[in-house]
């Protein structure tokens, strides 16, 4: 485990070094160079992992030692290109910390860095699509926290929803935004959230849930007219 030293020495020398490159350029400096060979290690480590959930565990592990690494680069940086901030924010996503791959993925977004080779899908598409999916995931666990969960599609809605992804993936987002807000019992934004899933995708399955909804707002407006 590193000291809080070695780690406050971490991020400002990563910061510096991030705030000095050239945007749209290849990151450089020792912090950079550190990282990128512990994470090479890291990824030949987690080959030999079989099991998906393992893997994820792996990574919760791994990743606080590359947090100043990146939030030196977030502090400072003004967009050169990073493949180990990119492939961070996709392992944020796999172990649910959703906000910290929001707030690389905003980063990221904002002055156009793309993801590395290893991934098929642009940033938007992937930080899009994982989110979705991992909001979705997390909501069918028990004692989910619904309002925490609608926070997190609110603020992804905010980062890539303007962007030019797939009709499929913006429709998942939607979804998954729909669902998290009927959880957290706003039916009504709910409702629209899902209708516009349906719009994008008319495969998502979302109709009974749609149906379900309007029902249950009728019996609402009913009651409160009686």
Not at 33 to 61: C, G, N, V
Not at 136 to 153: R, S
Not at 161 to 189: F, P
């Amino acid at each position: 485990m590193k000291s809080p030293a070695r780690k406050h020495f971490e991020q400002v020398t990563a910061a510096k070094a991030a705030g000095a490159a050239t945007p749209g350029q290849q990151q450089g400096g020792e912090q950079y160079e550190l990282h990128a060979a512990a994470l090479y290690e890291a990824r030949r480590t987690l080959k030999t992992i079989k099991s998906i959930q393992a893997k994820i565990e792996k990574k919760r592990e791994l990743l606080p030692d590359f947090m100043p690494y990146v939030n030196g680069v977030l502090a400072e940086g003004k967009g050169a290109k990073d493949d180990v901030l990119m492939t961070l924010m996709v392992w944020c996503i796999d172990v649910g910390d959703f906000e910290k791959a929001l707030e690389i993925g905003a980063y990221a977004v904002q002055h156009h860095i793309d993801t590395p080779d290893q991934y098929d899908r642009d940033t938007v598409s992937i930080l899009a699509e994982e989110i979705a999916e991992g909001v979705k995931a997390q909501l069918e666990k028990e004692g989910a926290d619904a309002d925490a969960l609608a926070n997190v599609m609110a603020r992804a809605v905010a980062i890539v929803g303007d962007a030019d992804m797939h009709d499929q993936i913006k429709a998942k987002v939607h979804k998954s935004y729909g669902y998290a807000l009927r959880a957290a019992e706003d039916a009504e934004e709910a409702l629209h959230q899902l209708k516009q899933a349906l719009a994008l995708n008319e495969k998502i399955g979302v109709k009974q849930d749609i149906q379900q909804l309007e029902r249950q707002l009728k019996k609402q407006g009913e009651k409160a007219t009686a």
